[in-house]
């Protein structure tokens, strides 16, 4: 089973960056592809990004291309979220999920969540 747990949400002014990083608990880390969702209250979870096992093949919701990348570091057991340029509307809670190899959009794909952090993007 992986445990995942998430830090680096805060609040910042439009315009600014923000890192969140998403910790795994055991070494079979490289066996799965990871992704971020975020939800914004009121609103159903969405995907964000996702990134293969080897870190080879990433992919992005549109809103967030050209503004955030998504990276893992396997020997470190951690994927990250680099946001930049944040916008109001990106304020949610920010989840990260583990499942197979494959890397997918699909919130029912994913079989392991982090219980999320909080970013909020100040206009």
């Known amino acids: 089973q992986v445990q995942l747990v998430e830090s680096g949400g805060g609040l910042v002014q439009a315009g600014d960056s923000l890192r969140l990083s998403c910790a795994a608990s055991?070494?079979?880390?490289?066996?799965?592809?990871m992704g971020w969702f975020r939800q914004a209250p009121g609103k159903e979870r969405e995907f964000v990004a996702t990134?293969?096992?080897?870190?080879?093949?990433?992919y992005y919701k549109d809103s967030v291309k050209g503004r955030f990348t998504i990276s893992r570091d396997n020997a470190k057991n951690t994927v990250y979220l680099q946001m930049n340029s944040l916008k109001p509307e990106d304020t949610a809670v920010y989840y990260c999920?583990?499942?197979?190899?494959?890397?997918?959009?699909?919130?029912?794909?994913?079989?392991?969540w982090g219980q999320g952090t909080q970013v909020t993007v100040s206009s």
């Open positions: 055991e070494g079979t880390f490289n066996r799965h592809a």
């Open positions: 990134i293969s096992r080897s870190g080879e093949s990433t």
């Open positions: 999920a583990a499942r197979g190899s494959v890397i997918s959009t699909r919130t029912t794909d994913y079989e392991y």
